[in-house]
Every structure is written in structure tokens, then in C-alpha cells.
């Protein structure tokens, strides 16, 4: 459909709340159907809700996974960053939890349906970035930016509220399958003497386009690797 180019989402504790982001970079053609492209948000949420406790259990130790190997197997973190993010953190938790491991997490289905049923709910706020077209009448004090603040209309939130997946803008929306990429053996094998060389030794591949090379470490004998894989597409998602 050519709606949009990213979406990315985020989260963020207050005090006296917590506030879930979801950003999507729209394209022009996006932009005249935001209305649309809300409504296949909430079709997602709802298709989410309709899903077992099974497979809601399974997609979540697959993300704690995840995060586990991450936290296992960090990057170097840049100290001045470290610091400035354990300290924000120390204004909103116990001191026990400022450095917390992902699996101490535990699976609640209660605690899921609790917030997917407050996600399904259109109260919420919308905000459009960079809207050339969009009339304004209100300058924010400190930042003289232009805004306008508008109420949902009762089409809007009904649309969005009854939004399924079969029914949403003709998209096909699915729950995500077994990533059968997700590792949970970690042990590091032994030192293979045919991969143990000085320069990385150049793997056979059936595609002429793939060039995979291999080089075994002999050092830090870390369960990790890298893998880039850069893509480029001339359409929008």
C-alpha cells in the first residue's frame, strides 16, 4: 500500500505513569490515509487479543530470549551513556532492580490481557510531525511551534475500536511465528583447527550476489558472532 517507510516503538516511566510510544513515518499517500493507518494499528492490537495464552507465552520467552543474549553478550557501552542511563533509571526503581536481568521477568497472562485491552481503547493522542497541509491555531510558548489540537470524531473511534484483521484496508496481518533463529544454547565449541586461521576463510554460497566469510575466534571464545546484512528497497513498506 505505500504507507509508510518505519515504525518503531518505545516506552517511557514517569512517576505517575507510564507512556507507550508508537512512531510511524508516514509517506505522502500515508498522510491522506492516516485514518487508515490508525485503524490497522488497532486491527493489530485486537488481532493480538484474540490470541491463546500458549502462544502469547511462547512469543514472550522468545523476546526474553532475546534480551537475555543481549544482556549476556553486551556491546561496549560508551561510560559517560552507562551512566546517564542507570542514573535515570534510579528515579524510578529499586536500587536492586537499576541493573536488572531480563530473566528474572515472569510470563503473567492476566497482566497481558489487562494491557491489551487498555491498548484496544482509541483513547489516546495523535500527533502529526512535519505536516506542511496541517492548520494551525495555537504556538507552543517555548518553542514557537505551530500546533492545533483536535477532538476524535465518533466515526473515528468507532472504526477504530470494532478495527479486526480481516476487515482492516485490505491488509494481511498475522501473529508472528516460532523464530527458529532465536538461540538458547550458548555453550562455545570447541576450537575447530581447519577454522582457526589468521584471515577468514571464504564459505561457498549458491548465491552469486552473497560473498560469506567465516573466521572462528580464538581469543575471546565469546557465543556471539556478527552478522550484517545491509538491504536497500526502492518502495515504501
Known sequence: MGWATALTSDFELLDFATLVYLTIDLTENGRANADSVVELVFAYVHLLAMQSSAAMERYFDEQQQIASL????????DPASLVSSLSARMAHVVPQDIVWNPQRAAFTWSSVQEVLEWLGDPDMSIIFLKAADQETDQVEQFYAIHYAIEPFKATQREAWKSANASSSSGASLFFPVP???????????????LWATSSPTKLATETPSLSLWYQQDSVFLQSRDVLQVPTTTTFPI
Do not use: R
Request: no cysteine; hydrophobic share 50%; aromatic share 14%.
Open 70 to 77: 543481549a544482556w549476556l553478550f553486551p556491546n561496549k557501552a
Open 179 to 193: 523464530n527458529i533463529f532465536v538461540v538458547n544454547d550458548t555453550t562455545v565449541n570447541p576450537i575447530n583447527p
